[in-house]
């Protein structure tokens, strides 16, 4: 039989960066159980989309989202999206 390699388990190294954002995280959140964190991070992934989406439309656009612009290809709307994620589903 033939032996398993382990695996190595993934180490968190805290950086001062990642310190700064736990910080920011515990003055912006009232955390009470591991629920209030997690529901805090489902919120947290939701907005990183939003704004990963809107960058990426202003990239193709060429102009941000409050500029005018001469093209033809303009924004028209937002519609509100349902992602699926391991936090769970959230619409942003």
Known sequence: MARREKQSVHKVVMTEGKRNIVRQLLDEYDFQTAQDIHEALKNLLGSTIKEMMEAEMDGHLGYG????????????????????SSFGSMEI
């Open 65 to 84: 989202k409050s500029e005018r612009s001469n093209s033809d290809d303009y924004r028209n709307d937002y519609k509100p999206k349902r992602v699926n």
